[in-house]
């Protein structure tokens, strides 16, 4: 999976979380400023991730994240990785 | 000095309708809103229809995000609280800790469990991060202390099939007793799913009319043969006298009696003489300080099952004498939505002591098998005086509540 299609994937799981159109989530979004996401919908967002990517995801690196783009930066490291 | 308690607020979702006119239109017209569900039909299921909440817009109650995290029967309840809510005109509270929620529901988020076993059973580490939260018990009374900054007590009742009714008569007593200025009090269920309907139908309790769903809840009828799934949700705010006439409120009606007793007698099947269930309307007249004599029409339990119409009937002659009021039971239309169910009808007994007139029995048409010595309002709308009605639930677990409304 290319960085490009991870980017999509991750976006359009943030924004069935959030319920907004997938454009609207970029990858300098910031979850919590601008959406005021809270933990559990973190959790939520992550157990989406998880069932698309097959993947595990740990909950504390999805609490440090800044924006989309560095969550997408972190899971590809990790896919690549498993790889 | 004890409180009286206003009604000045009331909310409907249910499957004639999801705004309170259109459901009291199509209620006069004596018609069942019993349909083929797809989900049922398609698994061969020993029921395959029932009565269900037609699709309606959403989005004036929920964001699309808000949508995701909660269950259906949360859905229900909080946009026919919404509905109540404006319609009581209800701003912010000057006290919110002085503002409460009752909240009846008899299977809870059951059906959302149900999916989430089909779907994560086998791989519950998968599970959703909202499962929880969509399907614990309070999630409706939850939802609404933070949509609207209630912080007075918020208690959901889990009484079967008197939930409803039970949380309106609590939340009746909050205020009477000076805790409380205003309660959203209601019930709501939304038990139409494979799993729930066949438990329900292999205990017997339901109707086999898979072929002519219209006609399969018939309460009272000679011709019944079980109880009609359904779901929905009602809401009424209520709210002490004073209250409601300082903020000038518009008073719809008075709740003024709440009676409950349990039968302690059999888990699902009511005592063949309806003495309990007649005892529970003598204690909500006695609370209103009325007597039979009083009461313009009664809202029946009436689940279309042979053996609650026939104690229902024997407990309403037990209680009114040989002069029954005349009776309706809204079941015929609407189906059985459990714990919603008896909100729903005290809503609807509400606006018909309001209105001045009685819906009539959907498939109503005779009932020499026992039930002939209670007036069975059928055919077309009965017009009454505006007189108190008497509103009954009788639930699993031999549990049973009759509320009192009055006109003003």
Redesign the interface.
Do not use: Q
């Given at each position: 999976m290319t960085r490009d299609e991870l980017a999509e994937v991750v976006r359009s799981r943030v924004a069935e979380v959030v319920g907004v159109p997938t454009a609207e989530i970029t990858e300098t979004t910031d979850l919590r400023a601008e959406h005021d996401v809270d933990s559990l919908e973190l959790m939520e967002i992550g157990t989406r991730l998880e069932q698309a990517l097959g993947t595990r995801i740990d909950a504390s690196n999805l609490m440090d994240m800044r924006n989309v783009g560095h969550a997408v930066d972190l899971l590809h490291s990790r896919l690549r990785e498993r790889v | 000095m004890t409180q009286r308690v206003a009604v000045t607020g009331i909310g409907l979702k249910t499957p004639a309708g999801t705004g309170v006119e259109q459901v009291l239109d199509a209620l006069a017209e004596g018609r069942s809103t019993a349909a083929a569900v797809p989900d049922l039909c398609d698994r061969g299921l020993p029921v395959t229809f029932a009565c269900r909440v037609p699709d309606f817009d959403t989005t004036p109650y929920f964001?699309?995000?808000?949508?995701?995290q909660v269950d259906r029967v949360a859905m229900l309840a909080v946009s026919a609280a919404a509905d109540a809510f404006a319609d009581a005109g209800l701003g912010p509270f000057a006290d919110p800790a002085r503002v409460g929620i009752t909240v009846g529901t008899g299977v809870a988020a059951l059906s959302f469990v149900e999916q989430l076993v089909m779907e994560y059973g086998g791989s519950p580490e998968?599970?959703?991060?909202?499962s929880v939260?969509r399907a614990m018990a309070n999630s409706a009374a939850a939802r609404l202390a933070i949509r609207y900054g209630i912080q007075g007590p918020a208690p959901t009742y889990a009484m079967a099939c008197v939930s409803g009714a039970a949380a309106i008569g609590e939340g009746m007593l909050k205020i009477r007793s000076g805790q409380l200025d205003v309660v959203l009090a209601g019930g709501a269920d939304a038990p139409v799913s494979p799993v729930v309907v066949s438990s329900f139908a292999r205990m017997g309790a339901m109707s086999r009319r898979n072929d002519d769903p219209a006609s399969a809840s018939r309460p009272f009828d000679d011709e019944r043969d079980g109880f009609v799934m359904g779901e929905g949700a009602a809401f009424l705010i209520l709210e002490s006298w004073a209250h409601a006439e300082a903020r000038g409120a518009s008073i719809i009606g008075e709740l003024r009696g709440y009676g409950s007793n349990s039968d302690a007698h059999h888990i699902v099947a009511p005592r063949e003489d309806g003495s309990a269930a007649a005892r529970c309307m003598r204690l909500a007249l006695a609370d209103a300080g009325l007597g039979p004599a009083d009461i313009g029409h009664v809202n029946a339990h009436g689940t279309s099952t042979v053996q609650n119409d026939l104690a229902e009937a024997h407990a309403i002659v037990d209680c009114f004498g040989t002069a029954s009021p005349p009776i309706a039971a809204t079941k015929g239309s609407l189906g059985h939505s459990l714990g919603a169910s008896g909100a729903i009808e005290a809503v609807v007994a509400l606006m018909s002591a309001v209105n001045g007139t009685v819906p009539p029995v959907a498939n109503f048409r005779s009932g020499h098998g026992g039930t002939s010595m209670v007036d069975v309002v059928s055919g077309a709308v009965r017009k009454i005086p505006p007189l108190p009605a008497l509103s009954n639930s009788f639930g699993f677990g031999g549990h049973n509540v009759s509320l009192v409304f009055a006109p003003c």
């Open positions: - | 964001s699309l995000r808000e949508l995701r998968r599970l959703p991060a909202f939260t």
